[in-house]
């Protein structure tokens, strides 16, 4: 998936980068539990970040071995019902993406993603009985997006609130009014952040390739002014996820939420717009493996 909703990991203190990873750790280790090992390939931090919202308690700690290398065994795997939750709307979001690439993409992207989206479906399947609200929204989203892109809408705005009204979704649905309204704004406005500054990541191969992108549909030509507005807008959204946080009582996480809104997207942001973020991201994995 994406992955741009990351910790600053320089400003976590141990503890919390411990529980992190634990976390991540034990959403990777619930996808393939409950959907399979090929789930697993599209395990995202922003998937994360949702499985903290989720479930404000700190989850239990259970040891695993990682399927990426079976020499390492995790001493701390978190597990709990944010993390399956989590699991499960990140396998519906897999599915409907590389169903999205069939529908749209190039002839080899088609080839692969329809591969992967039949390989993935027994997953999907039940991932979508277990949220069958999130898995509307989802496919309803997605075709509104498909709809927009196929008349190459020059609306930043409209092609945006439809990823974001697909994210916000996320929220569960049987969650009291008092916490569900302030989630799925902090979702809406996450999601809106994440389809711009996608945008903007592939902003030169869009225009390479020919494809549609609503940043250069908006703006045939990108100077300083145009940058400035983007930026703008997704200090804008932002705030407004930040205020929407701030209504929430996220207990053990807290900490790591602030840490992400504050420090770890706009870090993102910045290595996004000046052209590092591929090459930062290339590094990081590296380095995992």
Same mark, same amino acid.
């Given at each position: 998936m994406f992955g741009y909703v990351r910790p600053y990991r320089d400003e976590l203190k141990l503890r919390q980068l411990k529980d992190y990873e634990a976390l991540y750790c034990g959403l990777c280790r619930s996808i393939g539990r409950r959907h399979g090992l090929l789930a697993?390939? &599209?395990l995202s931090y922003d &998937?994360? &970040?949702?499985?903290?919202l989720l479930d404000g308690d700190k989850p239990a700690a259970e040891r695993c071995r990682c399927p990426?290398?079976?020499?390492? $065994?995790?001493?701390?795997? %978190?597990?709990?019902?944010?993390?399956? =939750?989590?699991?499960?709307?990140?396998?519906?979001?897999?599915?409907?993406?590389?169903?999205?690439?069939v529908a749209d993409g190039t002839f080899r992207q088609r080839v692969g993603a329809r591969l992967l989206s039949w390989m993935l479906l027994r997953g999907y399947?039940?991932?979508?009985?277990?949220?069958?609200?999130?898995?509307?929204?989802?496919?309803? !989203?997605?075709?509104?997006? !498909?709809?927009?892109?196929?008349?190459?809408?020059?609306?930043?705005?409209?092609? #945006?609130?439809? &990823? %974001?009204?697909?994210? #916000? #979704?996320?929220?569960?649905? !049987?969650?009291? =009014?008092?916490?569900?309204?302030?989630?799925?704004?902090?979702?809406?406005?996450?999601?809106?952040?994440?389809y711009l500054v996608d945008?903007?990541?592939?902003?030169?191969?869009?225009?390479? !390739?020919g494809n549609y992108n609503p940043i250069s549909a908006r703006f045939p030509q990108i100077g300083e002014e145009e940058q400035s507005y983007l930026r703008t807008t997704l200090r804008h959204s932002l705030n407004l996820?930040?205020?929407?946080?701030?209504?929430?009582?996220?207990?053990?996480?807290?900490?790591? $939420?602030?840490?992400?809104?504050?420090?770890?997207?706009?870090? $993102?942001e910045e290595l996004v717009f000046t052209g590092r973020w591929r090459a930062v991201k290339s590094q990081n994995r590296r380095q995992n493996t």
């Open positions: 697993r390939a &599209f &998937f994360t &970040f949702l499985a903290m990426a290398r079976l020499w390492c $065994v995790k001493k701390d795997c %978190a597990c709990g019902p944010g993390v399956d =939750a989590a699991a499960d709307a990140g396998t519906i979001l897999a599915y409907w993406k590389l169903r999205d690439t399947r039940r991932a979508a009985c277990r949220r069958p609200e999130f898995d509307r929204a989802v496919r309803d !989203q997605l075709a509104r997006l !498909q709809a927009l892109e196929r008349e190459r809408c020059p609306s930043l705005d409209e092609t #945006a609130d439809t &990823f %974001a009204m697909l994210l #916000a #979704a996320a929220a569960p649905a !049987q969650d009291d =009014a008092a916490r569900r309204r302030p989630l799925e704004q902090l979702l809406y406005h996450i999601g809106r952040w994440i945008a903007w990541d592939d902003l030169e191969k869009d225009r390479a !390739q996820a930040r205020s929407a946080m701030a209504l929430l009582e996220l207990g053990h996480w807290q900490d790591t $939420v602030e840490n992400i809104l504050y420090l770890g997207l706009p870090a $993102v």
